[in-house]
């Protein structure tokens, strides 16, 4: 491996890696206000990039459907326990936070004309994303909410499972690419980087940057985290939990749902693209202990360059290199415990 | 009363022998309908409606079951159909490992198996198999003569890292050395990958004359993009597992100039006239436009479309000598679809031979390459 290519497959992994540091950072950020590993992550990523690449095509992406129905059943699981609390009167919250609300963005999508520009395009797709996660949560998660770390994982896969039948419903088998943001390619002495790359390297700083900030320096973020350690204690202390669930998954979603947009000009999605993209972040994460957002945005780097590595010199064995690493790193992490994880399952009483 | 007993037990009686008259004759069908594969299974399935609907006086019946691209799902749905349903034929699956997987399953329940999916077996297996694609020890060939007339004398690999990968890697492998031309690498890459970059820089710094491109459907255009980002110019071929309209759309000026072996069907309308491929793949493609909307035909479809001119020729044969449901039908049938001879599909002429699952020859394969986002034949 001379130079040159070193350069190369080096800028190939830190781009992969920048990728895998968004995703690990969203599981991060659920599972430290949740206990959740969301494994369908990468999935809200995948829902992303496909409605845009639809709207490229001038057609209705199916997620639009896909959010009407998740409402409805939102609104109906609210509006039953407000008639059984016999509160019938105060309908109208639910109705606006579950059914208005995240209905909006694909209400605009069904009456915008089809050739909107790019960036309206994107920023629409985002939007009608959005709810789902927090729609998720609202539906399958919070009447599990107390439940242990390992049935919120089974739940998480099944649900991947789930999403990823709905996005073949939604999408097709086939996969999609859009138009790039910009086409331009940064000229750094005789190496060329991708400008696609450096926004998302710039954009994953920027979140882990304020992920850290928003955690360890807010209220609203300290309360997050107060939920997942000790969701009792929390509600004792005046901490809305439920609240904080949906919040989580908003501020997640919101992470997929970008990602998914600005990488979808260089990476051709299907409707099942995600799962690996988001497996792969989940490995980043678990290299950063699945707490610190700067250490997950590190590991999911390193997973990246570690990919790129192997499959410049054994390409056969690749994805075995990058999720066997995850053995060394866990049996490390474990040598070197000693610090406590909000993972403790204390909440069990 | 009596009478009245009678009145009710006479339609009964009449209605069990008249349906064991016409047992239907049983398709059982296993496709990836979801998954990674799915992009394969699909339009598979879709040219699977081109089986009769009644053949001989009997109805033609197709159960159709999804695998989820999974080989194990593929095994219990083959073992179901055979058990549960007790299916006259079983077809699929729609990739190789899935066949590989299914077709122990079919010969040592003794039912015949019409593959979708290019397979090397052993005896035992290709006794009860015979599978529509085209060898890849017949299509390297088209491939290598073109390399040879340029000069090649050092190409390639990149592929898939699953059995087609191998199986493509094996035919150049294989056939190479006669024409002089050595492999220098052989690089892999999975179906669910987003960047091929590690490969490609490794492909590259052997610096190859020629690159042949393993891979199927809309994901083995990766390969192409990553080298043509890489600025790649040299001639790049292509196994014939990507003829859908998704390949160009995804690959767009990256696949201009790739080539790449195919049955008859990718450019029959550029055919002599005396070529009786021509007639059936134009009576395929417009069959199939019709029902999917123009521009839609693809070879996979017309994979399965063959399969039904297959089973339309083989079953006549087989009803003569035993009724469906029966044992002795599995066997005639499996008879049938060895001595039925020269029937012309999409994608070749096919006499399937003992010994061996497949049935073509080099009449069944064609050089295309993409000029201006089509296929052109290549003379």
Redesign the interface.
Same mark, same amino acid.
């Given at each position: 491996?001379d130079f040159d @290519?070193a350069m190369? /497959?080096t800028q $190939?992994g830190i781009s992969?890696g920048a990728?895998y540091a968004m995703m690990a950072l969203g599981m991060v950020l659920i599972f430290n206000s949740t206990r959740i590993i969301f494994v369908p992550f990468g999935d809200l990523a995948a829902y992303a990039a496909l409605t845009l690449g639809f709207f490229q095509l001038h057609q209705r992406p199916g997620t639009i459907w896909l959010v009407l129905v998740l409402s409805l059943v939102a609104f109906a699981i609210e509006a039953t326990e407000l008639v059984l609390r016999k509160a019938t009167r105060r309908i109208w919250r639910p109705a606006f936070h579950w059914l208005a609300l995240p209905c909006l963005p694909s209400a605009i999508a069904l009456i915008v004309p089809a050739d909107l520009p790019l960036a309206a395009q994107s920023a629409l797709a985002v939007a009608i994303v959005l709810p789902i996660g927090p729609l998720l949560y609202r539906i399958i998660y919070r009447p599990v909410a107390n439940a242990s770390v390992l049935l919120l994982l089974t739940v998480s896969v099944a649900l991947h499972f789930a999403l990823s039948?709905v996005a073949?419903l939604c999408f =097709?088998? *086939? =996969?999609l690419?859009t138009q790039a943001f910009l086409e331009s390619n940064l000229d750094v002495g005789q190496f060329s980087i991708s400008s696609q790359m450096l926004m998302m390297v710039i954009a994953a700083a920027a979140l882990s940057a304020a992920l850290y900030f928003f955690f360890d320096r807010t209220v609203a973020g300290k309360a997050l985290k107060a939920t997942a350690m000790n969701r009792t204690g929390a509600r004792l202390v005046g901490i809305r939990t439920h609240s904080a669930g949906a919040t989580a998954f908003l501020i997640a979603t919101a992470i997929a749902a970008i990602t998914g947009v600005l @990488?979808s000009p260089t %990476? %051709?999605f299907?409707y $099942? %693209?995600g +799962?690996?993209?988001g497996l792969k972040g989940f490995v980043g994460a678990t290299f950063g202990g699945f707490v610190g957002y700067p250490a997950a945005v590190l590991g999911a780097l390193v997973i990246g360059v570690i *990919? #790129? /590595? #192997? #499959? +410049?010199?054994a #390409?056969?064995l690749? *994805?075995v290199i990058v999720f066997g690493s995850i053995i060394p790193i866990v049996l490390l992490r474990w040598l070197a415990a000693g610090s406590a994880t909000p993972s403790d399952e204390v909440e069990e009483a | 009363m009596k009478s009245r007993h009678l009145l009710i037990v006479t339609p009964l009686v009449l209605s069990v022998l008249t349906s064991s008259a016409h047992a239907d004759i049983k398709i059982g069908v296993d496709l990836a309908l979801t998954g990674p594969n799915a992009s394969l299974g699909i339009p598979y399935r879709k040219g699977l409606d081109a089986f009769p609907k009644e053949i001989g006086g009997e109805n033609v019946t197709l159960i159709i079951l999804d695998d989820g691209s999974d080989p194990s799902t593929a095994v219990k749905n083959a073992q179901k159909l055979i058990n549960d349903e007790k299916v006259d034929l079983l077809i699929g699956s729609s990739s190789t490992p899935a066949v590989f997987a299914i077709a122990p399953v079919a010969s040592s329940a003794h039912v015949p198996q019409i593959a979708l999916s290019p397979v090397e077996l052993g005896a035992k297996e290709a006794e009860w198999v015979v599978t529509i694609p085209q060898p890849g020890s017949i299509w390297i060939q088209p491939i290598l003569k073109d390399m040879a007339k340029r000069g090649v004398k050092t190409v390639a690999f990149i592929g898939f890292s699953d059995p087609w990968g191998d199986l493509c890697f094996n035919s150049l492998k294989n056939a190479a050395p006669a024409y002089n031309i050595e492999i220098v690498a052989d690089e892999r890459y999975a179906r669910t990958d987003n960047t091929v970059t590690g490969q490609v820089l490794k492909v590259l710094s052997k610096k190859p004359d020629a690159v042949f491109v393993g891979g199927s459907g809309s994901p083995g255009a990766l390969p192409h993009l990553a080298l043509a980002e890489r600025r790649w110019k040299g001639p790049t071929y292509a196994s014939p597992a990507i003829f859908n309209k998704d390949f160009l759309r995804l690959g767009g000026a990256a696949v201009e100039n790739v080539m790449a072996a195919t049955g008859p069907v990718g450019a029959y309308d550029q055919l002599p006239d005396s070529n009786p491929i021509k007639a059936v793949s134009a009576e395929f493609t417009k069959w199939y436009e019709t029902a999917n909307g123009e521009g839609s035909a693809n070879g996979f479809a017309a994979y399965s479309y063959d399969a039904a001119k297959i089973f339309a020729k083989a079953a006549p044969l087989a009803l003569s000598r035993a009724k469906p449901g029966t044992q002795a039908f599995r066997d005639a049938l499996r008879a049938a679809l060895r001595e039925a001879k020269e029937i012309v599909g999409t994608q070749g002429i096919y006499n399937f031979k003992p010994d061996t699952a497949y049935g073509v020859d080099e009449r069944s394969v064609v050089l295309v390459k993409v000029e201006k986002g089509t296929w052109k034949l290549v003379q």
């Open positions: 491996m @290519i190369l /497959v $190939d992969n990728i039948g073949l =097709g088998p *086939e =996969g690419r @990488i %990476t %051709t299907y $099942d %693209t +799962f690996m993209t *990919e #790129s /590595v #192997s #499959s +410049f010199y #390409s056969a690749k *994805e | -």
